[in-house]
Structure formats: C-alpha cells, structure tokens
C-alpha cells in the first residue's frame, strides 16, 4: 500500500499542509503511522478522505457536519435515507441563506441609487443610512 508525506497527501488532495494538519486536529483524518524517519504516513485512502471534505464544504456543509457524514457512513445501522435526511436539512439551510441574502440585497439596492457616487463621503447616503438609528433590515 502505497503511504504519503503530509506534503504529498496535500498535493494530491488540492489542500495545503496546514489544511492537512487542522483536519487531523479536527479528527477529520485519522493520525497515521509515523515513517522510521518520523514523517506521517497517510495511506492513499486520505486522498479520498480530503477531496471528500472539499466536495462537502463545496456544498456548505460544516466540517462538523461533514464530521457526522463520516460517522454515518460507517456505523452499520444507517440508511440512505439517514444520509438523505442530512443533504434535505443542508438544503433548508441553503434556503435560508437566499432568503437573509436577498433581503440584504432588498435592504442595499435603494441605497446604492440613492448615492451619486461623487463628493464627499461624509455625506453620503449609504454611510448616513449606516450610522442612523433607523432599523435598514426589515
């Protein structure tokens, strides 16, 4: 079986070594055997391990949640739907982002037209809305 440096794993795995080292922290990637040398050997299993972890916080899953995911994969009594119940939870989340980020983008739009772009920025409208006591988000 093939073992790999930690530079090695984070090459391959798209990450850099710090990356690698705060997953292992993380308990995201099992400690691996040190090489008589003293290096960490990962096995070529981490490769999968890590690019796994990319693809879900692709997705905005949580390295806690990702954390769980792992764990789910393989306690034998799990299901598909126990997965599925996961990836439909993270898309009510997802949901709920669109909605806060398009009431932000409700909220800015009217500021920004109503900012010329010129003069002082003392004066300027978005600053001004910013710095009153009126409540922008509603």
């Known amino acids: 079986m093939e073992r790999l440096t930690t530079s090695q794993l984070a090459s391959r795995g798209g990450v850099n070594l710090e990356t690698i080292r705060y997953y ?6 099992p400690k691996p055997p040190r090489s008589a040398s003293g290096y960490r050997a990962f096995s070529s299993d981490a490769v999968r391990r890590v690019r796994f972890i990319k693809q ?3 997705l905005g ?3 806690r949640e990702i954390q769980e995911l792992f764990a789910l994969r393989i306690a034998p009594d799990t299901t ?3 997965v599925r119940e996961r990836a ?7 949901d709920e982002k669109i909605k806060k980020l398009r009431t932000m983008k409700k909220a800015l739009s009217p500021l920004t037209a109503a900012c010329c772009g010129q003069g002082s920025a003392s004066e300027c409208p978005i600053l001004e809305s910013l710095d ?3 409540e922008i988000l509603r």
Do not use: N, Y
Request: aromatic fraction near 4%; glycine fraction near 4%; proline fraction near 0%.
């Open 24 to 29: 292992e922290r993380r308990g995201l990637l």
């Open 56 to 58: 879900a916080q692709a």
């Open 61 to 63: 899953f949580s390295l």
């Open 80 to 82: 598909r739907a126990d």
């Open 88 to 94: 439909m939870a993270k898309i009510a989340d997802i």
């Open 132 to 134: 009153s006591e009126k």
